[in-house]
């Protein structure tokens, strides 16, 4: 859905809106929104719409506000969005408790087999009662790792502490010691590589430890024999080269300093480093939880790699986007026994085909982006979806602007 709007000032000054509205539950077609978004004021999107550089140059100059009726905002071109001065609405915190709720009842329905159990009870596999059949994995006295402890990632952990979590771990961008203090969480370190390097402005040079070539062209070789598990950050000729010691690499403050004093970094190495804290969450986690949002950084980070790390009896929950999971890598670990279940809110496509082989198995729950279905919170979001829109419009602040 796409509603355009057009601003027309009438003779008392006041401003109306004209409004060009797509008026079906299904997506609107690229053409339609190409040609409906041509020299309008606002536009109100679902996650469903990719808002790209193709829409934005359609839309042209006039374009002053996008309001989302969504949280996440990846569907969003934002650096062109920022480049051309428009101003983005969008839908945090009144959509949170929903879906913290959805991914509890994704983690027990997963966790506990209760789409499996109610097949069972349908088509006569119940024959009596039987001491392991059924059985699953229980939170009680369990540890689980939560990547993302933002507004929902938190709210989840709230509402999984009353059912006996002996330990939370967490991974995202910041520490959060409220939340240590509040759930004796404990964080898992940054993993924020990618943007930090790209925003930084250091030399990237592909090719790691073999092509470690510094800003002369020569290459510098005391990098490429420095032994990486004891290395610090350390000063060549052509700038200073680091990266964190791998045993600190747990430590925000030494990261963040050696990102600060680098000039050049060896690219394979710092790949590596990437999934360092995560790894320590899967290898630890009875239950791994994403709920963070979808980046350039998270874009495929529970992967082969990731899944291989955690326990063959651990249980993989994601609420937050499809792409952030690798689900190629994850139907091999579910059907390898990597790991014991995964229940997804979210998958890359939506809708997910019905021929797509995650369907085929048992250890896998799949439920249609359904985190925020409740009838209130859809209420709710429309709503400021619309005085978003409607204030940034009227060049006014608005309830919810996303800080670009
Ligand atoms: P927040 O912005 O509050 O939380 C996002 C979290 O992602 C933050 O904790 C942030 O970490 C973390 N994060 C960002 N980059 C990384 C990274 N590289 N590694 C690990 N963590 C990272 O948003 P919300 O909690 O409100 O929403 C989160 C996402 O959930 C949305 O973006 C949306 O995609 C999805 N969502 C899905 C719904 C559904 O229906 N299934 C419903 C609503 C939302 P830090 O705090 O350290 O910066
Ligand atoms: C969001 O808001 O980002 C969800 O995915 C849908 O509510």
């Known amino acids: 859905m796409g509603i355009c709007f057009e601003l027309l000032p009438d003779t008392q000054l006041r401003v109306i809106c004209s409004v060009q509205q797509w008026d079906s539950d299904e997506p609107i077609p690229q053409s339609e929104l190409l040609a409906g978004i041509a020299g309008k004021d606002g536009l109100f999107c679902l996650l469903s719409d990719r808002i790209d550089k193709e829409v934005l140059d359609a839309a042209g100059p006039s374009l002053k506000v996008i309001s989302t009726l969504s949280v996440g905002y990846d569907h969003l071109a934002i650096p062109e969005i920022k480049k051309r001065g428009i101003r983005v609405g969008y839908t945090p915190d009144i959509l949170t408790d929903a879906t913290a709720e959805l991914t509890v009842a994704l983690l027990l329905a997963t966790s506990r087999r209760l789409p499996e159990s109610v097949l ?54 910041h520490p959060k010691p409220e939340a240590d203090a509040e759930l004796n969480a404990e964080f898992g370190g940054p993993v924020k590589w990618k943007e930090a390097i790209s925003s930084s402005g250091l030399e990237i040079i592909p090719g790691g430890s073999e092509g470690a070539k510094t800003n002369s062209g020569s290459y510098q070789s005391r990098v490429r024999d420095c032994d990486l598990l004891s290395a610090k950050a350390d000063r060549t000729e052509a700038g200073t080269v680091g990266f964190p010691n791998w045993s600190h690499s747990n430590d925000i403050k030494e990261t963040n300093k050696v990102m600060e004093e680098t000039d050049l970094l060896l690219v394979e190495e710092m790949e590596e480093l990437a999934s360092l804290p995560i790894a320590k969450l899967a290898e630890e986690s009875d239950f791994v939880i994403v709920t963070c949002s979808l980046t350039p950084d998270t874009q495929g980070m529970c992967n082969r790699d990731f899944f291989s790390k955690m326990k063959k009896t651990s249980v993989f929950i994601n609420t937050s986007r499809g792409a952030v999971v690798n689900q190629d890598d994850l139907y091999e670990a579910l059907v390898n026994g990597h790991i014991a279940a995964a229940g997804l809110d979210v998958t890359t496509p939506e809708p ?53």
């Open 120 to 173: 069972e009870v349908k088509n006569g596999g119940w024959t009596t009662w039987k001491p392991l059949w059924m059985c699953g994995y229980g939170l009680s006295g369990s540890t689980v790792g939560i990547i993302g402890l933002g507004r929902i990632g938190l709210a989840v952990a709230r509402r999984l502490k009353p059912f006996g979590v002996k330990r939370f771990l967490y991974a995202g961008c």
């Open 352 to 404: 997910l085909p019905t021929n797509n082989p995650l369907l085929s198995l048992k250890n896998c729950v799949i439920l249609p982006h359904i985190g925020s279905a409740t009838y209130a919170t859809r209420n709710t979001m429309s709503v400021l979806a619309a005085n978003n829109l409607l204030a940034g419009l009227k060049g006014e602040s608005m309830p919810s602007e996303l800080r670009l």
